[in-house]
């Protein structure tokens, strides 16, 4: 029987994850809670709660042949060091180029992941999702989480003397 593997996030890790999923024979659905894939390098104007964000004129600073995914070589005419609207358009290539979008859910949030009353046996989870405003459950063998580590603001404001008055 073929594992069914849940993923949060269709960002970078997220969509490298789907892709390796499915090299080594499992069913991989990814939950992305946004409307489109590329987690923060998906660039806009707007504030979304839970959400990174990055500036109108971010750079990566890494350059593409060490940012590259080693089976995707970034396109010869992009320049050595990416923005946030090239690397995404490289993610999107690479999901169209290995056929990742049909296992991606969209507009999709994970409310909670818990391991199955009869985990010592089965190894299963329950993975709760919110879509459309209704909520559902799904059981998974496997959950591999994809968010990144930036979507909670990590502000050490209280260490700073003086910040408070």
């Known amino acids: 029987m073929v594992k069914k593997v849940a993923i949060v996030g269709a960002g970078v890790s997220g969509l490298t994850s789907i892709k390796c999923c499915l090299e080594e ?21 707007y504030v979304e709660d839970g959400r990174p964000s990055m500036y109108r004129s971010m750079v990566s600073n890494s350059s593409k042949e060490m940012s590259a995914f080693t089976d995707f070589p970034c396109p010869e005419n992009f320049p050595a060091f990416l923005s946030h609207h090239q690397l995404l358009e490289y993610l999107r290539m690479y999901t169209k180029h290995f056929d990742l979008q049909k296992y991606i859910q969209l507009k999709t949030k994970v409310i909670s992941i818990k391991k199955c009353p009869d985990f010592s046996n089965t190894g299963q989870w329950e993975v709760v999702i919110e879509a459309n405003g209704k909520q559902s459950s799904t059981m998974f063998d496997a959950v591999m989480v994809c968010v990144g580590y930036l979507t909670e603001p990590s502000l050490p404001l209280k260490s700073y003397p003086g910040f408070e008055k």
């Open 25 to 45: 024979g499992l069913e991989p659905t990814c939950f992305e809670q946004s409307d489109d894939i590329g987690g923060l390098w998906r660039f806009t104007d």
